[in-house]
T-cell receptor, first 114, second 113 residues
Framework: DSGVTQTPKHLITATGQRVTLRCSPR?????VYWYQQSLDQGLQFLIQ???????AKGNILERFSAQQFPDLHSELNLSSLELGDSALYFC?????????????FGQGTRLTVV | DQQVKQNSPSLSVQEGRISILNCDYT??????FLWYKKYPAEGPTFLIS?????DKNEDGRFTVFLNKSAKHLSLHIVPSQPGDSAVYFC????????????FGKGTKLTVNP
């Protein structure tokens, strides 16, 4: 158990809908990262938050947004969903922005858009 | 443009033998490299890392080698065990401006009894 909790584990929704994925980081971790893993792809970095503020942005679509709350949990919002958004979405956390430290991953949320 | 490449999608070895997983990167500014292991239906789990100031790091059965001039790193598992069967991801990070981990696509290792 990495200590990072993601909910829900599975999500099935229709095209055009909006969903929210939730992540609770490890106790004491201030940084939260979101990654997307599509079929046969590596993990694509989406966005990072540190202590409530956006720290780095990757290949995140404009239809996607995220935030980190004062209690440090984070939510990833996906809207106007398309079939191609079907993927595993991972959250990871670390004590601080990566400076020779490793990030710990949650089990992921499997999103299926039908 | 893929900055971290794992050119072998899969690797099969016999139990007790050595497993060698390879990773190449293109960005010479990367200064920290990690290997993650992932079982089905689970998140990636950190395995071992190496800083660019080193060329080798060892942790039990796992050793990572870094060749900066070739922009290449490898993970050696000796001896391989059936429980090592998983997907292994190579990742790299860039200090001082970009704090994200850049991942390769992974290599699926199968260790046969």
């Amino acid at each position: 158990d990495s200590g990072v909790t993601q909910t829900p584990k599975h999500l099935i929704t229709a095209t055009g809908q909006r969903v929210t994925l939730r992540c609770s980081p490890r106790s004491g971790d201030l940084s939260v990262y979101w990654y997307q893993q599509s079929l046969d792809q590596g993990l694509q970095f989406l966005i990072q938050y540190y202590n409530g503020e956006e720290r780095a942005k990757g290949n995140i679509l404009e239809r996607f947004s995220a935030q980190q709350f004062p209690d440090l949990h984070s939510e990833l919002n996906l809207s106007s969903l398309e079939l191609g958004d079907s993927a595993l979405y991972f959250c990871a956390s670390s004590v601080e922005p990566l400076l020779y430290t490793e990030a710990f991953f949650g089990q992921g949320t499997r999103l299926t858009v039908v | 443009d893929q900055q971290v490449k794992q050119n072998s999608p899969s690797l099969s070895v016999q139990e007790g033998r050595i497993s060698i997983l390879n990773c190449d990167y293109t960005n010479s500014m990367f200064d920290y490299f990690l290997w993650y292991k992932k079982y089905p239906a689970e998140g990636p789990t950190f395995l071992i890392s190496i800083s660019s100031i080193k060329d080798k790091n060892e942790d039990g059965r796992f050793t990572v080698f870094l060749n900066k001039s070739a922009k290449h790193l490898s993970l050696h598992i000796v001896p391989s065990q059936p429980g090592d069967s998983a997907v292994y991801f190579c990742a790299a990070s860039l200090q001082g401006g970009s704090e994200k981990l850049v991942f390769g696509k992974g290599t699926k290792l199968t260790v046969n009894p």
